[in-house]
T-cell receptor, first 119, second 110 residues
Framework: EVQLLESGGGLVHPGGSLRLSCAAS????????MTWVRQAPGKGLEWVSV??????????ADAVKGRFTISRDNSKNTLYLQMNSLRAEDTAVYYC??????FGVGDYWGQGSLVTVSS | QSVLTQPPSVSAAPGQKVTISCSGG????????VSWYQQLPGTAPKLLIY???ERPSGIPDRFSGSKSGTSAILGITGLQTGDEADYYC???????????FGTGTKVTVL
């Protein structure tokens, strides 16, 4: 059974940093691209970033480019999202998702981790 | 703001059919595969349709997807109260080199 479990969310001040993790199980992790998608309270889905199975290719949304870094440790079956220079508008539930291709937007999603940026 | 446009809401009586449109452009829908997601209140999105019209195992054939040019459509037949949810389309945008989602559509069963 595929499982994706996000962790690392919480309350952070504007300008602060946070690192999200996504622990994966039930599939061959390095065969799949992994994506982060966020959803602000009461709003729609917003794609954030994707990384290829090998970790060699990454893409970012303009809204987070230069502030967020996606990475993965295939030996630990874990995906990461390092978030720096956080802003109030980054407040959202962050979901990790797997996909067959780096050009997909997710075929199975975790339950999400809430990040709140507030003073 | 979302690159893909969906109607804010659709509604129908139990047993009826609804369709949800997703309008985009040549850099996204027209030249990339479209996926559709269902998000029940308080839960994570769930994949309903991938590669424009394919259903993952376990998704009933009441859900269908199609694509023509720069638009895609999700159809739900035999509407049930459990289908009340938000629905999103998603795809890759080759110009942005980024994933994009639709604005979302709330389905109400009357």
């Amino acid at each position: 059974e595929v499982q994706l479990l996000e962790s690392g969310g919480g309350l952070v001040h504007p300008g602060g940093s946070l690192r999200l993790s996504c622990a994966a199980s039930g599939f061959t992790f390095n065969n799949y691209a992994m994506t982060w998608v966020r959803q602000a309270p009461g709003k729609g889905l917003e794609w954030v970033s994707v990384i290829s199975g090998s970790g060699g290719t990454t893409y970012y949304a303009d809204a987070v480019k230069g502030r967020f870094t996606i990475s993965r440790d295939n030996s630990k079956n874990t995906l990461y999202l390092q978030m720096n220079s956080l802003r109030a508008e980054d407040t959202a539930v962050y979901y990790c998702a797997k996909d067959r291709t780096i050009f997909g937007v997710g075929d199975y999603w975790g339950q999400g981790s809430l990040v709140t940026v507030s003073s | 703001q979302s690159v893909l446009t969906q109607p804010p809401s659709v509604s129908a009586a139990p047993g009826q059919k609804v369709t949800i449109s997703c309008s985009g452009g040549s850099s996204n829908i027209e030249n990339n595969y479209v996926s559709w997601y269902q998000q029940l209140p308080g839960t994570a999105p769930k994949l309903l349709i991938y590669d424009n019209n394919e259903r993952p195992s376990g998704i009933p054939d009441r859900f269908s997807g199609s694509k023509s040019g720069t638009s895609a459509i999700l159809g739900i037949t035999g509407l049930q109260t459990g289908d009340e949810a938000d629905y999103y389309c998603g795809t890759w945008d080759s110009s942005l080199s980024a994933g994009v989602f639709g604005t979302g559509t709330k389905v109400t069963v009357l």
